[in-house]
């Protein structure tokens, strides 16, 4: 198993650019999520899917968006992208419907806004 | 809406050392789970507690799960070059998703 895979590890976007991060999983996982991790920083939630066709908000989706249209691959957007929007961005994934699975993590796509 | 809380932000430590990490909720947790987050690297999962009290062991890591189920500590003992990282603690918001604590960075000095 390949676990959970991001594309691409690292990108620089200009200001006004759109972009999609795409993360895949093959451990048939049901929950999937989005973060990002700001220099030095802890993650924050931009959105998750708790299965295909299903999504929800997390703490901080303005200027994202995402779809979940497989069970094996999450893409997020970014829209018009602004130097605020500069960070790493890992995907994760989990097992089953409850928090007491592990999430399990992608390598990240690092991103910079100029 | 809940917060969870890390001291220190940053910890840095002699080679050989003992280091601890604790981390702290605003409401009381059904489980806590651990991650390992190597520089430039992804977070790994640790290690979960689920009862309160609870202690687990790996190796020279040793967490511990609050009697309240809100707060909970990792002490590492005999710190090792390996051992750098950021360590986060990450409670269940609901059944679908987890807060991230702010998390410790480890350095070692060799």
């Known amino acids: 198993n390949a676990g959970v895979t991001q594309t691409p590890k690292f990108r620089i976007l200009k200001i006004g650019q759109s972009m999609t991060l795409q993360c895949t999983q093959d451990?048939?996982?049901?929950?999937m999520y989005w973060y990002r991790q700001d220099p030095g920083m802890g993650l924050k939630l931009i959105y998750y899917?708790?299965?295909?066709?299903?999504?929800d908000k997390g703490e901080v989706p303005n200027g994202y968006n995402v779809s979940r249209s497989t069970t094996e691959d999450f893409p997020l957007r970014l829209e018009l992208a602004a130097p605020s929007q500069t960070s790493v961005y890992f995907c994760?994934?989990?097992?089953?419907?409850?928090?007491?699975?592990?999430?399990?993590f992608g390598p990240g796509t690092r991103l910079t806004v100029l | 809406g809940q917060q969870v809380m890390q001291i220190p932000q940053y910890q840095h430590v002699q080679e050989g050392e003992d280091f601890t990490t604790y981390c702290n909720s605003s409401?009381?947790?059904?489980?806590i789970q651990w991650y390992k987050q190597r520089p430039g690297g992804h977070p790994v999962f640790l290690i979960q507690?689920?009862?309160?009290?609870e202690v687990k062991k790996q190796k020279r890591l040793t967490f511990q799960f609050g009697e309240a189920k809100k707060n909970s500590s990792l002490h590492i003992t005999a710190t090792q070059t390996t051992d750098v990282g950021t360590y986060f603690c990450?409670?269940?918001?609901?059944?679908?998703?987890?807060?991230f604590g702010t998390g410790t960075r480890l350095t070692i000095i060799p």
């Open positions: 451990m048939n996982h049901n929950y």
């Open positions: 990450a409670g269940p918001v609901g059944n679908e998703k987890l807060t």
């Open positions: 994760a994934s989990s097992r089953t419907t409850n928090s007491y699975n592990e999430q399990f």
């Open positions: 507690l689920v009862k309160s009290g």
């Open positions: 899917s708790v299965g295909a066709g299903i999504t």
């Open positions: 409401t009381t947790l059904s489980n």
